[in-house]
C-alpha cells in the first residue's frame, strides 16, 4: 500500500508541476500584456511596472520564482487589475463560499444517487425503479446551468418559496445546491442501480441468502461495497464536474464564491487572479483524484499494488 | 444471446443470404425504438436549423422598434407579427435567433467531436498498436491530460488568444479526445495479434500504413460509437461557456447564450426567452445521447 501510495504521488506532483508551468506559459504567450491600456503608458511607467511585478527578468527565472512562490507559501502574487490586491486575497474571500456548498452538493450527489440507485435495482422494474431511470435520464440533459434558472424560475418567481440568490443563510444555500448536485446525482444513481444489479446475480449473494440472512443485510453487508466500486471510480470525474460547475453557481446566484473571481478575471484580462484560480482547481482536482485511487485500491481486494 | 438466436432463425429461413456486421448492426439499431425516437428528434433539429431561416419573417439581426423595450408586454410568442417565438427586449426576433444558435451549437458539436475522434484515434492507436514503453509513457500522459480542470485551462486560452469561435472549436475538440484514445488503445491492443494484421507486418508493410489501412477501419464502428456520444458533451461544453459570457460573441449565438440571456431576464417576465432555446437544446441532447446508446447497442463488441 505504501509503495503504491508513493507511486500515485510520484504521478501527482509532477502533474501539480506541469500544469503549473503550463498555465505560467500560456499567459506569458498571450498577445497584449496585462498593462496594454486602451491609451499607451509612457515608455518609463511600463518599465516600472515591469520591474514592480518582475516581469523584467528572463523567462527561466520568472517561472521559477512564481513556481517557488506557489510551492513554499501558496502565494500567487499580485492581481494586475486590482493594484493593492494580492491574488490570495481574492481567493480567500470567495473559497470558504464555494467550499461550502460544493462540500454539501458533493453530499448531496453521493447519498441521495447511491440510495435512489440501490433502491431502484432492489425493486427492479417496479415503479420506483422506471422512475429513477426516468430521473437520470432527464437529469443527463439539464447540467447545472439549464438547472439554475429552471429552479429560480419556479421556486422564486412562481412559488415565491427561496431567494433565488445571495448567500446570507442556510435558505441560501437550497437552490444553489440543487442545480449543482442534480445531474450528478443522477449519474450516480444510474452506475449505482445497474452495478448493484449486476452484483445481486452473483454466487456470494446467492449464498448469503441461502443461508438466512434478511434481505437488508444481503444489500448492506454483501452486496453494497462490491457494487460501489464503479461509483468510486466516477468520484474524479464528477469531482471536476462540480468544481467546473461552481462557475456556473457563482455566476447565477450571485453566491460570492470563487467562480465569480474566475469569470470577472476572465473579463478583465486579469491573468494572475485566472492563474491562480487554474492552479487551486486544478491542486484540488489532482488531490481529491489521489484520495479516490487510494480508496479504490483499498476497497478491491482485486486490485494488486 | 437473444441476437445469435434471431440470427440462427433468420438464416434457417433464408439460407443463401449472409449478412454483413454492419447489415446486422442496422437491422438492430432499427429495431431499438429509443434510437429512432432519437433519430427522429434530431432530422427534426437538423431540419430546424438548416431551412428554419426560410420561415423566419426577421433577421437575425434585425430590431422591431415596437417591441424594444417593452418585451414583457409585447414581445411574447404570437404569429401575427412574425415573431414566432417572441423578441428579446432589443426587438431581435427570437426564432431567427433560435435557428442561428441551433446552427452553432451544432456546429461545435459535431466540429469537435470530429476534432476529438481524429486526435484520439491518431493518438491510440499509435500507443496501442507501438505497445512497450512508447505505449505506457503516451497513456501516463494521457492520464496526467485527464487530472486536469480543462475547463478552467479552455477558458484561460480563449481569453488569452481572443474568443474567437476558431478557437473554442478546436479548443472543445482538443480538450476531449482522452477518453477517445483510452477506448481506441483497448481496441488496438485486441487487433494487433489478429492473422490479417501479422500477414500485413510479414508482407513488409510500414507501420503508419498498417495502423491506417488495417487498425484504424477495424475501428470505425466504436469510434462511430463514441463520436456520436461525443456530440452532446461537446454541445454542453460550448454551452457552459457561452453562458458564462466567454464563448460565442454578439451577433452571433449559441444555444448556451441565448439560454445565459433567457436565464438572466426570467425576472422580467419574459419566460420564451428561456424556454424556447432551452427547448431546442434538451432535444438536441436527448436525440444524440438516444441515438448514441443505440449505436453503442447495436455496434460495441462488448455487448456481443
Known amino acids: 500500500m505504501l509503495t503504491y501510495t508513493l507511486k500515485r504521488l510520484a504521478v501527482a506532483i509532477p502533474t501539480l508541476l506541469l500544469l503549473i508551468v503550463v498555465s505560467f506559459l500560456l499567459m506569458h504567450a498571450a ?27 528572463p523567462l527561466w527565472k520568472q517561472i521559477l520564482t512564481y513556481v517557488w512562490n506557489v510551492v513554499t507559501g501558496f502565494d500567487f502574487g499580485p492581481s494586475f487589475i486590482y493594484k493593492d490586491r494580492t491574488v490570495n486575497e481574492i481567493i480567500a474571500q470567495g473559497f470558504p463560499v464555494t467550499l461550502t456548498y460544493g462540500l454539501l452538493s458533493f453530499a448531496v450527489a453521493v447519498v441521495v444517487g447511491v440510495s435512489l440507485g440501490i433502491a431502484a435495482a432492489v425493486r427492479h422494474n417496479s415503479a420506483l425503479d422506471y ?9 443527463q440533459v439539464l447540467p447545472n446551468f439549464v438547472m439554475a434558472p429552471i429552479l429560480v424560475l419556479v421556486f422564486t418567481l412562481w412559488l415565491g418559496w427561496l431567494p433565488g440568490g445571495g448567500w446570507q443563510g442556510p435558505e441560501y444555500w437550497i437552490l444553489p445546491v440543487v442545480a449543482l448536485s442534480t445531474s450528478f446525482m443522477a449519474s450516480i444513481a444510474r452506475i449505482t442501480r445497474s452495478s448493484m444489479l449486476e452484483v445481486l446475480t452473483q454466487n456470494h449473494i446467492r449464498t448469503a441468502r441461502a443461508k438466512g440472512l434478511p434481505e437488508h443485510r444481503v444489500i448492506l453487508r454483501h452486496a453494497l461495497k462490491p457494487a460501489l466500486l464503479p461509483v468510486i471510480s466516477y468520484l474524479g470525474p464528477a ?19 470563487i467562480g465569480k473571481a474566475f469569470v470577472d478575471s476572465a473579463l478583465n484580462r486579469d491573468y494572475a487572479v485566472m492563474m491562480g484560480v487554474t492552479i487551486l482547481m486544478g491542486a484540488l482536482t489532482i488531490f481529491f483524484n489521489l484520495v479516490v485511487d487510494l480508496a479504490y485500491a483499498w476497497i478491491d481486494p482485486k486490485i494488486r499494488y | 444471446m437473444v441476437s445469435t ?85 432589443l426587438g431581435r426576433d427570437l426564432f431567427a435567433r433560435t435557428v442561428q444558435g441551433t446552427q452553432i451549437s451544432l456546429a461545435v458539436g459535431v466540429i469537435g467531436a470530429l476534432i476529438a475522434c481524429v486526435v484520439g484515434t491518431v493518438y491510440g492507436a499509435t500507443a496501442g498498436y507501438l505497445g512497450g514503453r512508447i505505449d505506457s509513457v503516451m497513456m501516463r500522459l494521457v ?40 477506448i481506441v488503445r483497448g481496441q488496438t491492443l485486441s487487433l494487433k495479434g489478429r492473422d490479417f494484421v501479422e500477414a500485413a507486418q510479414a508482407t513488409g508493410v510500414s507501420t503508419p500504413v498498417i495502423i491506417a489501412r488495417h487498425i484504424v477501419p477495424n475501428l470505425l464502428g466504436v469510434i462511430a460509437v463514441y463520436a456520436t456520444l461525443l456530440v452532446p458533451l461537446m454541445i454542453l461544453t460550448e454551452s457552459f461557456i457561452s453562458f458564462l459570457g466567454l464563448g460565442v460573441q454578439e451577433p452571433m449565438t449559441s444555444l448556451g447564450a441565448l439560454i445565459s440571456e433567457g436565464a438572466g431576464t426570467i425576472a422580467y417576465g419574459t419566460t420564451w426567452q428561456l424556454g424556447f432555446p432551452l427547448l431546442f437544446f434538451v432535444l438536441t441532447l436527448f436525440g444524440f445521447f438516444f441515438v448514441g446508446d443505440g449505436l453503442r447497442d447495436a455496434l460495441d463488441p462488448k455487448d456481443r
Request: negative net charge.
Open chain 2, 5 to 89: 438466436a434471431e440470427q440462427t432463425t433468420a438464416t434457417d429461413v433464408a439460407p443463401k443470404k449472409g449478412r454483413s456486421l454492419w447489415a446486422d448492426a442496422r437491422r438492430r439499431f432499427l429495431r431499438n425504438k429509443a434510437a429512432m425516437l432519437g433519430l427522429a428528434i434530431l432530422v427534426f433539429v437538423a431540419l430546424f436549423a438548416v431551412f428554419g431561416g426560410l420561415l423566419a419573417q426577421w433577421s437575425n439581426e434585425e430590431l422591431d422598434y415596437n417591441v424594444m423595450g417593452q418585451a414583457a408586454q409585447l414581445g411574447g410568442p404570437s404569429l401575427e407579427n412574425g415573431h414566432y417565438f417572441g423578441t428579446d427586449d
Open chain 1, 239 to 257: 469531482f471536476v464536474g462540480m468544481i467546473t460547475g461552481s462557475v456556473v453557481v457563482d455566476i447565477y446566484f450571485s453566491t460570492g464564491g
Open chain 1, 31 to 57: 498577445p497584449g500584456g496585462p498593462f496594454t491600456a486602451e491609451r499607451e503608458l509612457p515608455p518609463q511607467v511600463l518599465a516600472n511596472l515591469n520591474a514592480k511585478y518582475g516581469l523584467d527578468d
Open chain 1, 131 to 139: 422512475a429513477a431511470v426516468g430521473v437520470s435520464i432527464g437529469a
Open chain 2, 143 to 182: 492520464d496526467i491530460f485527464m487530472a486536469v480542470p480543462y475547463m478552467f485551462v479552455l477558458i484561460l486560452l480563449l481569453v488569452m488568444y481572443g474568443r474567437s469561435i476558431t478557437i473554442l472549436f478546436i479548443g472543445v475538440g482538443l480538450i476531449s479526445w482522452m477518453e477517445m484514445a483510452r
